[in-house]
Each structure stands twice: as C-alpha cells, then as structure tokens.
C-alpha cells in the first residue's frame, strides 16, 4: 500500500508547485505594468484656433415683397357708341401726355357740329331782327305810337331770340367737345401696361381701351414683421433684388399707418428711380440699411449647424474640444455675429470642425491669422 501511494503524492505536490509559479509571475507582470505610466489621448486633428471679434456689421432688415405700379391710369373713351377708327401704341410703348392713343371715326358728329352751327346762324339772325324792333320800340315808348302790349312784345321776343341764340351756341359747343372726345389722349407721361382697344369697335362711353403706368414708375411693396416697422422712415436706401436679375438702389417713399391683422406685418413703399430690367408683378428681395453697431464675431466656418442649432467646437484647457450650443445673428461676408451663449474670450476650433465630436482631443496651432489655401482651405490639417 505504501508504495502504491508515493508516486502520486509526488505528482500532486508538482502540480501544486506549478500553479504557485504561474500565479506569482502574474502578480509580477500586473505590478509591472501598474508602474508604466498611462500614454497621452492622440490628437484627431490639427486646428487653428480663433477668438470672437469685435466687428462693425451692418444694421439690415431684410424683407419679401412684389413690384408694382406706383400709380395706373385706366384710359377710356367719352364718345358714345362711335365706332373706333384707329390705335396707335400697344402695350409696352412709352408715351407723352397729350400724345394720341387712338381715334375715334368722326363722321357722325361733324354732321351734327354743321347743323347746329346752321342753326346757330339763323338763331343769330332772328335775334338781330328782334333787336332792332325792341330798339325801335324803346324809341317810341314816349310818343304815344304803340301801345305798351306791342313794345312789351318787341322786347319779350329780343330775349326770346337771344336764349335761343345761347342755346344753339351751348349745343355746338357740346358737339364740338364730342368731336375732340374722339381723339384719345394720354392724361399722362407713362407706359402702357395694358390694351383692349379693338380697330373697328364700337364702344359704349366708359369703356376701358388702355391702362398706362403713370410715369414708367415702380415701386417695391415690402411685408415687413410690425416690430420693425418702427425702425423704418421715409427716405431711408434699400437695395432690391428681382427674381433672377441685378441689385436695384431704392428709397422708402412711405411707411404704411396700418399693418394686416392676420399676418401682423406692414407694407413699405420703396420707389425704384432706375428700375432697369424690373418688371411689374415680380417678386423680390430686398434689404434696408439701418446703420452699422459693434458686434462678436466668428468665422463662418467656426459655426456649425447640427439639428438645427448652430454650434462651436470650444477648446478647453486640456486640449479637448466641448460642443457648445450659440445663438447668431447678422453675416457680412465671411464673419457671422455671435449672440449668446459663449465667452468672449473663449477659444474655439476655426474651421474643420464637422470632422470632430465631443470630447475629441485636438493639436492646436496658434496662428495669428489662419492662411486659406487650396489645400487647407478651412484651417485644418489631417493628422
């Protein structure tokens, strides 16, 4: 028995030694590396840095609005049911006040001028006749040779023929103001917007045969907020800009004293001196000019939209960057207008910062001001 025994109290007592030399080398091992000091986070990116600046911006309110008219004339004919002879401009043509649109054919109303100045004549000579026997009688009114019922008669008929000369002078004149009705003229220097005068009709009087805008002027109808009305005045510059053409100079004519109940906003008139290639019923943009305040700044590209929300990438002490949340305002060029929600003197990423997230370790070169080139075009160089 002793001897069946002894073999394998030896191979345990191995196999107990074994297990001791494994477990102390690695508590060696671990107490090792416990003194190797811990490596430093590799920066993701290389970044120039920036500050907010101090910067004189511009003070705009920008608006939508449409072109209009500034005033339309609605031209039509006085002359009734005459038969129109001739038109002489269409649509687009720029014209004088004064100048001739159209005509109207004349025929019908100098045959009733001639007749009535037929009759004009004969009143004349009647009324000559009357008064010289109403002179006559006024001689013999002391004599005694006709009785006052024959001179009252004289007399009554000299006035009896002088109303009818009034009369007859009072319709040619009337026939004479028809006649010059059937010329249309332009009441004022303009374009003409709109025809619907036909060669050959026949019109009723009142009936529309032009529209004209009066003195080829336009004029930009702007909705503005009604917070900011306040801040518009007559005489102010705006600068327009038409749906696909080149920036128009403008001045506000006047500020509307009533503002839209539904949609709270106001219109402003700008009239367009020079209107160019603006045409009436175009939409445009536009911006007034308010003046110019000191504002932080940023660059563009240190400004970051995510969810909606502008963002800067902050560096912190440790090299760190911390996404934080701002609130901007006014652009003017490059340079956006910081207003609220970071440090003046806060440092952050200056551009490049779409390819860091929060917490991301950075290199930062400190540069006085950043050099744009073709291949680093927004500050920042890939580890």
């Keep these: 028995m002793k001897n069946y025994f002894k073999p394998r109290w030896i191979a345990l007592a191995v196999a107990l030694a074994s ?57 039509g004919t006085e002359a009734n049911g005459l038969r129109l002879a001739e038109v002489r401009v ?88 028809r006649l010059a009705q059937t010329q249309v003229l332009a009441p004022d220097s303009g374009v003409i917007s709109a025809r619907s005068a036909t060669v050959g009709a026949v019109l009723p009087a009142g009936q529309e045969l032009f529209r004209m805008i009066r003195q080829g002027r336009i004029e930009w109808r702007a909705e503005i907020p009604a917070v900011d009305l306040a801040s518009l005045r007559s005489g102010m510059v705006a600068t327009i800009t038409p749906a696909g053409g080149v920036p128009i100079k403008g001045t506000v004519r006047m500020v509307a004293p009533t503002v839209d109940a539904a949609t709270r906003n106001g219109i402003v008139y700008v009239d367009l001196p020079a209107p160019g290639a603006a045409k009436v019923g175009m939409f445009a943009r536009g911006e007034f000019t308010l003046g110019s305040a000191e504002a932080l700044t940023l660059p563009q590209t240190a400004v970051l939209l995510r969810d909606g929300f502008s963002y800067v990438l902050r560096i912190g002490p440790d090299s760190k960057v911390a996404q934080t949340k701002v609130s901007i305002g006014r652009r003017a060029g490059d340079r956006v207008e910081i207003t609220g929600g970071l440090d003046p003197k806060a440092r952050v990423v200056a551009g490049g910062g779409g390819f860091l997230s929060d917490g991301d370790t950075v290199r930062v070169v400190e540069t006085a001001t950043p050099v744009k080139t ?10």
């Design 90 to 177: 269409n649509v687009g043509d720029v014209v004088k006040r004064g100048q001739v649109l159209a005509t109207f054919a004349p025929d019908t109303i100098q045959a009733d001028l001639a007749q009535m100045r037929a009759g004009m004549a004969e009143a004349e000579a009647t009324l000559a006749e009357a008064a010289a026997n109403a002179q006559r009688a006024r001689e013999l009114q002391t004599t005694g040779a006709l009785s006052a019922q024959q001179i009252s008669q004289y007399l009554t008929a000299e006035r009896t023929a002088q109303a009818r000369v009034d009369a007859q002078r009072a319709m040619a004149t009337t026939q004479q103001l």
């Design 374 to 383: 073709a291949s680093n075009a927004s500050g920042v160089s890939a580890k």
């Design 19 to 75: 297990l001791l030399g494994v477990a102390s080398f690695a508590l060696t091992e671990r107490a090792s590396d416990a003194k190797k000091p811990a490596t430093a986070d590799k920066p993701a990116l290389t970044v120039n840095a920036t500050q907010p600046q101090s910067t004189t911006l511009p003070r705009k309110i920008s608006a939508n609005g449409n072109l209009a008219a500034w005033q339309e004339a609605s031209i």
